[in-house]
T-cell receptor, first 115, second 107 residues
Framework: DSGVTQTPKHLITATGQRVTLRCSPR?????VYWYQQSLDQGLQFLIQ???????AKGNILERFSAQQFPDLHSELNLSSLELGDSALYFC??????????????FGQGTRLTVV | KNEVEQSPQNLTAQEGEFITINCSYS?????LHWLQQHPGGGIVSLFM???GKKKHGRLIATINIQEKHSSLHITASHPRDSAVYIC?????????FGKGTHLIIQP
């Protein structure tokens, strides 16, 4: 158990809908990262928050947004969903703010299926 | 943008064999990460290294900064090592992932 909690584990929704994925980081970790893993693209970095502020942005679509709350949990909002958004979405957390040089701990992921 | 290449893409071996998975990257990095993903989907961080060699049980990771190359070795492989192994190059803009090596260890 990494200590990172993601909910829900599975989500099935229709095209055009909006969903919210939730992540609770390990106790004491200030950074939260969101990643998308699809069959054709592999793992891709979406966005990072550090202590409530956006720290780095990767390949995140404009239809997607995220935030980190004062209690450090984070939410990833996906709107106007398309079939191609079906993927595993991972959250990870770390103590420090540098994703490249800080060990991160991954949640179990949310499997999103858009039908 | 960093390009991360892993080889082989797929590897099937017999229990007890010595396994090597390779990872090359194109741009200088802060650290190289090795991750393990089991069939259930969960991801576990195995190593983070910026120089030399690290060992954890039967797993060994090495990195050659000059050659921009890292290897993950598994000694005395076991069926429970069957998983996808992913390397990721860490830089200022976060992690860039390889496509993974799908490893199957047969009893």
């Amino acid at each position: 158990d990494s200590g990172v909690t993601q909910t829900p584990k599975h989500l099935i929704t229709a095209t055009g809908q909006r969903v919210t994925l939730r992540c609770s980081p390990r106790s004491g970790d200030l950074s939260v990262y969101w990643y998308q893993q699809s069959l054709d693209q592999g793992l891709q970095f979406l966005i990072q928050y550090y202590n409530g502020e956006e720290r780095a942005k990767g390949n995140i679509l404009e239809r997607f947004s995220a935030q980190q709350f004062p209690d450090l949990h984070s939410e990833l909002n996906l709107s106007s969903l398309e079939l191609g958004d079906s993927a595993l979405y991972f959250c990870a957390s770390s103590v420090g703010g540098g994703a490249g040089y800080t060990e991160a701990f991954f949640g179990q992921g949310t499997r999103l299926t858009v039908v | 943008k960093n390009e991360v290449e892993q080889s082989p893409q797929n590897l099937t071996a017999q229990e007890g064999e010595f396994i090597t998975i390779n990872c090359s990257y194109s741009v200088g990095i802060s650290a190289l990460h090795w991750l393990q993903q089991h069939p259930g989907g969960g991801i576990v961080s195995l190593f983070m290294l910026s120089s030399g060699k690290k060992k954890h049980g039967r797993l060994i990771a090495t990195i050659n900064i000059q050659e921009k190359h890292s290897s993950l070795h598994i000694t005395a492989s076991h069926p429970r090592d069957s998983a996808v192994y992913i390397c990721a190059a860490g830089g200022a803009d976060g992690l860039t992932f390889g496509k993974g090596t799908h490893l199957i260890i047969q009893p």
